[in-house]
C-alpha cells in the first residue's frame, strides 16, 4: 500500500499550493533591498520563512492572510523594525547610565536591589507627614 501523503494541517495544505522557490526568491530580493546588504537580506528572509512555516511556533494563517508572499513582507519589515529598536536602545546612552545608577545604588532596608514603598517612606506620605518634594 502507498503512504499516505494527504496534508495533515490547513498550513500543510496551503503551503502544498505554493510555489516555494519563487516565494523565497521574492522574499530575499525584498530583505536584500530593505537592508541593502545581501548577506543580511539572505538571512532575515531564511529567518522569516521558517518562522512562517513553524508548526511549533506563530506559523502563517492561510486564512488571514491567503499570499505567503505578503505575509512574509511583513514579517521582514517587522523583524527590521524590531531589529532597529533594539540597537537603538542600545547605543542610547541614557539607558546606559539609567542601568549604571541602580546597580550603583545600595540595596534596600529590606535587602532588596530595588526598593520598596515602605523602604522609601510612602507610609508616611500618605499620612501627610512627608511632602512630595522632600521624597523627589
Do not use: C, F
Request: aromatic share 2%; glycine share 6%; charged share 30%.
Amino acid at each position: 500500500m502507498a503512504p499516505d501523503h494527504r496534508p495533515s494541517s490547513p498550513l500543510q495544505a496551503a503551503l502544498a499550493r505554493v510555489d516555494l522557490g519563487r516565494v523565497h526568491a521574492q522574499i530575499v530580493a525584498y530583505a536584500i533591498s530593505r537592508l541593502r546588504s545581501r548577506d543580511a537580506g539572505e538571512e532575515l528572509a531564511q529567518r522569516v520563512l521558517v518562522e512562517a512555516i513553524d508548526p511549533d511556533g506563530r506559523p502563517w494563517d492561510p486564512e488571514r492572510e491567503p499570499e505567503l508572499a505578503r505575509h512574509l513582507i511583513g514579517r521582514v519589515n517587522s523583524a527590521i523594525l524590531n531589529d532597529y529598536k533594539k540597537a537603538r536602545g542600545r547605543s542610547d546612552p541614557r539607558a546606559h547610565d539609567a542601568v549604571e545608577r541602580q546597580m550603583d545604588q545600595p540595596s534596600s532596608p529590606s535587602g532588596s536591589r530595588y526598593p520598596l514603598l515602605t523602604d522609601l517612606g510612602a507610609a508616611p506620605l500618605r499620612q501627610g507627614r512627608i511632602s512630595r518634594r522632600s521624597i523627589t
